[in-house]
């Protein structure tokens, strides 16, 4: 049973001086599914909206419309103002960089003090112990300040820091990126080892392609606000089928495919992606529609679908015509 | 490709760097040895602290105390680097040896224009007018793909990529002999990157310069180097050709930073990443992760070796390497 799921989720930024009414879509009509005890990765170049997505389902921003159901109840409605104590040990958070996310004044055990007594649960000291040493690090490290760790020892600290209030959701946004490659791996055997112990549901967001195919069990590809294709991980990485999904494996250094490398059907796929309305592939139905969903297979129990027109079934095409005539895709694209 | 008849253009012997603190001191770079042929790319790989980035400082000269070079030299062309004053350094400098930064894209600054901060090196190095630095700047711009109108822009009004290939022109507009590039892509996404990628060879083609390439990422270094060195512990345990090095690497170290990164190919295998432990003058802080009978490495990194020819691994002889 799903229990997170994001429903045509839409978030606008202003841009601009506070009295202009010019909005960037950064997020655009998202459909998601978090399953318990599965990693969901999100995957896409920076300025695709992925950390968007999960602000939004931290409830750090509140989406401009759409829909977030926690075990079917649209959060989004019953709690309007603010994220309520149950969603928020529910669905936990860990940034980006974890130099920046913990307080420097504060020791180790702070941390982990603070998110158990705020959600109501004894802190005591065997509990923090129990909570570090699952995230492998040792108990005596909870006296220690921020700035006696190693940047993976502090991710690992985060991580503690949101599993200590029992949430069943993790949100991870990129959480390797800003780590050395010495302790990369070690961090994602991590994730992977909560994923199994604890059944955690987790959205795992990245640009490092080869990290999510290790993680996750599925993939989502996000393009300028939408998802463009998603299903199994090694399904979506093997045999890629939108033309953004292709761009992206295609720039990924990758020496064992040196000689496969076609620099013509690059620059193809590059032009498809930047500029949806001369996209080579395209027959004239792409430039005037907004492309839908289309299964082009099924892997260990998924579908694997895309939203490209090429994909598209001859007779049973079905276009939504676009309906606004500045799309803000636009702008995300050139920046 | 073969360096051996002709003089190289940066010949690095023995370096040593050591940075001192009250009492102690921590070693940056140890006996680090290596050539660059002309216009030939060589890579550095490794993890965070391993010494790279000290590599490069030390060749440009732009080590300051508490580090300081204590062993080896430096030799550029026929020209001992480590022996210049501070004028010739100045005129060396760029000149030379450019230098593209582990941060470029935040190393412009951000009052001044694009072609103001370009004309700044011109007419500064080369002594060139007002008028003649400005079209220079655009041919320069040009060369990296930017049009030129965007020489009356700001840093903050180019993206990420595009402020990377303002820094590599202004590197390349002295044409120096040696390009120095210390993780230039590490703050860009992968399509970027690789389209910085192709650019810096299509660049390195034209010009002809040699480059010294650093990074963590070894595909990214496989695919763009004609030879590499692996460095560990402020020591290179290996150097080689880049292809053959991935395709068969000698010492355990290289092995394991290949093996850091998940694959994008293949069937998903369970990775053990890096040791986690800091270097102590016991331990190399590796050789509980070394696969094979290493115990001379525990004390210290034992010296490169040639092993076939233009193959140079850290390797002990009784280490049990079947060549």
Not at chain 1, 200 to 229: K, N, P, Q, W
Request: net charge neutral.
């Amino acid at each position: 049973m799903t229990l997170l799921q994001i429903r045509n989720l839409t978030k606008d930024f202003p841009v601009g001086s506070v009295f202009s009414r010019r909005r960037v879509r950064a997020v655009n009509g998202v459909d998601l599914d978090l399953d318990p005890g599965r990693v969901t990765a999100l995957v896409g170049e920076s300025g695709s909206g992925k950390s968007t997505i999960a602000r939004c389902l931290a409830r750090l921003e509140r989406p401009t419309s759409g829909q977030i159901l926690l075990d079917g109840e649209d959060v989004l409605r019953t709690e309007r103002r603010r994220a309520s104590r149950t969603y928020r040990s529910t669905v936990q958070m860990v940034f980006q960089d974890p130099f920046g996310s913990l307080n420097p004044v504060h020791r180790i055990d702070h941390f982990l003090t603070r998110a158990l007594v705020l959600h109501g649960h004894p802190a005591d000291r065997d509990r923090l112990a129990a909570l570090t040493e699952e995230v492998g690090l040792t108990a005596d490290m909870l006296d220690a300040y921020p700035h006696e760790l190693s940047g993976g020892q502090r991710q690992r600290v985060a991580v503690a820091r949101a599993l200590a209030v029992g949430p069943s959701v993790l949100l991870a946004d990129e959480p390797t990126s800003m780590l050395d490659v010495s302790v990369r791996v070690g961090v994602l055997n991590l994730l992977r080892r909560l994923r199994d112990e604890r059944g955690l549901s987790m959205l795992y967001i990245t640009h490092d392609l080869g990290s999510a195919r290790y993680l996750a069990d599925t993939t989502a590809v996000m393009f300028a606000g939408e998802l463009v294709e998603g299903g199994d991980s090694l399904a979506v990485m093997d045999a890629p089928a939108h033309p953004y999904t292709r761009l992206l494996l295609s720039a990924v250094p990758d020496p064992t495919r040196r000689t496969g490398y076609d620099k013509a059907e690059r620059a193809r796929l590059r032009a498809a992606v930047l500029a949806p309305d001369s996209c080579p592939y395209d027959d004239g139905t792409c430039s005037s529609t907004i492309p839908v969903r289309h299964t082009v297979g099924e892997d260990a129990g998924q579908p694997h679908w895309v939203r490209c027109h090429l994909y598209a079934p001859a007779h049973d095409i079905a276009h939504r015509v676009l309906q606004s005539a500045d799309s803000p895709e636009a702008e995300t694209t050139a920046a | 490709m073969s360096t051996g008849s002709t003089r190289p253009v940066l010949d690095v012997r023995g370096l040593r760097v050591e940075y001192r603190g009250d009492g102690r001191s921590v070693v940056g770079a140890d006996d680090v040895s290596f050539t660059i042929g002309a216009g030939e790319i060589f890579g550095l790989a490794g993890e965070s602290g391993c010494g790279k980035s000290t590599v490069a400082n030390a060749v440009m000269r732009l080590l300051k105390p508490p580090a300081e070079i204590t062993a080896g030299s430096v030799t550029f062309g026929d020209r001992d680097v480590l022996a210049m004053d501070a004028r010739e350094l100045r005129a060396f400098r760029w000149r030379e040896i450019a230098m593209v930064f582990q941060s470029a894209m935040n190393s412009l600054n951000p009052v001044l224009t694009i072609g103001e901060q370009i004309g700044d090196v011109l007419t500064t190095h080369d002594k060139l007018g007002k008028r003649a630095a400005r079209e220079r700047a655009a041919e320069l711009l040009a060369l990296v793909g930017i049009a030129p109108d965007r020489l009356k822009a700001y840093p903050h009004q180019l993206s990420g990529g595009m402020r990377q290939r303002v820094v590599i022109a202004m590197a390349v507009a002295l044409k120096p002999t040696l390009l120095i590039m210390d993780e230039p892509t590490t703050a860009l996404d992968v399509v970027v990157q690789q389209e910085i990628m192709a650019q810096i060879r299509e660049l390195q083609r034209a010009l002809g310069f040699s480059v010294l390439f650093i990074t963590h990422d070894m595909s990214l270094m496989v695919e763009l180097s004609d030879r590499m060195g692996v460095m560990y512990g402020g020591r290179l345990v290996e150097v080689a050709g880049a292809e053959e090095l991935f395709a068969r690497p000698l010492h355990p170290y290289t092995e394991a930073l290949m093996n850091a990164f998940p694959p994008l190919t293949g069937p998903r295998r369970e990775l053990t990443g890096l040791f986690d432990a800091p270097r102590t003058p016991d331990s190399c802080g590796f050789h509980a992760h070394c696969p094979d009978d290493r115990r001379d490495c525990s004390t210290r990194i034992p010296d490169l070796r040639e092993i076939t020819p233009g193959r140079w691994a850290a390797l002990t002889p009784a280490g049990g390497t079947t060549p």
